[in-house]
């Protein structure tokens, strides 16, 4: 986990009206796969496609939990989606002059019922985690809080063999509560594992308490997975059969690809026969 300094800070969590989600631009801070052309839409909407196949889904709702600025709705908008039957949810609130419904809150609470797909693209990695040191769970100042709880013993034991001090229950717990909303598909892409991560202005930066600093750590989806149930797929095989129809998709599928990067990051596709009962 690197220094004390680096674990105290860690606990923050970036949701809180004054931390990064509700004050900065995510795109003016970092890329993520949605920004690499719409290859991410086109998976979203022909996996939509396929629960309401499976589902008898007639209508299909497609609910982007941890919208941002609502690229990736735009995106699919521009595939033909209805506006009527897309919905955005995030801290923020609605980007101007994009046609969709939209929740500004806290996910999970704030989602409704979904039926169709619920996609969930980065939003994992900023809840916030548990950081302990030794037998305690440490306070964002880095001291004591209380001892470590036997489930959290158990995580650590059964997730993080390696040492890692970063427990993910609640990781598990919201993703949990937000599939137990589908009936459909829900699928969560997120990197995995590795140190703290702060990003601004576009590099890699020291953990920080700064709102202009991004902070998240990476989602333990194998955890998430045994909470759920579902498969879990690294994003360099899910678009293995995508082809380039130009040399600027050619290149961009290169970097969606790459597993030492983007391509590096997981899928985990959840199917729900009704709302609360997996398939």
């Known amino acids: 986990m690197g220094s004390p300094r680096s674990r105290r800070l860690f606990a923050y969590p970036t949701g809180r009206p004054a931390g990064f989600s509700h004050t900065q631009r995510a795109e003016e801070h970092f890329t993520t796969s949605i920004g690499i052309g719409d290859h991410v839409a086109r998976k979203v909407l022909e996996r939509c496609e396929g629960a309401a196949r499976r589902h008898g889904i007639a209508d299909p709702w497609i609910v982007d939990v941890g919208a941002g600025d609502g690229r990736l709705l735009r995106q699919l908008l521009d595939l033909g989606f209805s506006g009527s039957r897309l919905l955005g949810v995030d801290v923020r609130p609605a980007p101007p002059g994009l046609p969709v419904q939209w929740i500004q809150g806290r996910a999970p609470e704030c989602v409704p019922a979904v039926r169709g797909l619920l996609f969930a693209h980065e939003f994992l990695d900023d809840v916030a985690v548990?950081?302990?040191?030794?037998?305690?769970?440490?306070?964002?100042?880095?001291?004591?809080?209380?001892?470590?709880?036997?489930?959290?013993?158990?995580?650590?034991?059964?997730?993080?063999?390696?040492?890692?001090?970063?427990?993910?229950?609640?990781?598990?717990?919201?993703?949990?509560?937000?599939?137990?909303?589908?009936?459909?598909?829900?699928?969560?892409?997120?990197?995995?594992?590795?140190?703290?991560?702060?990003?601004?202005?576009?590099?890699?930066t020291q953990a920080s308490l700064c709102p202009e600093t991004d902070l998240c750590a990476g989602v333990d989806l194998r955890a998430c997975r045994a909470a759920t149930g579902g498969r879990l797929i690294p994003q360099h095989r899910v678009f293995a059969d995508v082809r380039g129809l130009s040399a600027s998709q050619s290149a961009q599928l290169r970097v969606l690809r790459d597993r030492s990067g983007l391509g590096g990051f997981g899928w985990l596709f959840t199917d729900r026969s009704s709302v609360g009962s997996p398939a």
């Open 130 to 204: 548990d950081v302990v040191a030794g037998d305690h769970v440490l306070t964002t100042d880095g001291q004591p809080a209380r001892r470590i709880s036997r489930r959290e013993q158990d995580w650590l034991r059964r997730w993080a063999p390696d040492g890692s001090q970063v427990v993910g229950l609640r990781r598990d717990q919201v993703w949990a509560q937000l599939v137990a909303k589908v009936e459909g598909e829900a699928i969560a892409v997120d990197f995995m594992g590795g140190a703290p991560v702060g990003h601004r202005r576009g590099r890699r």
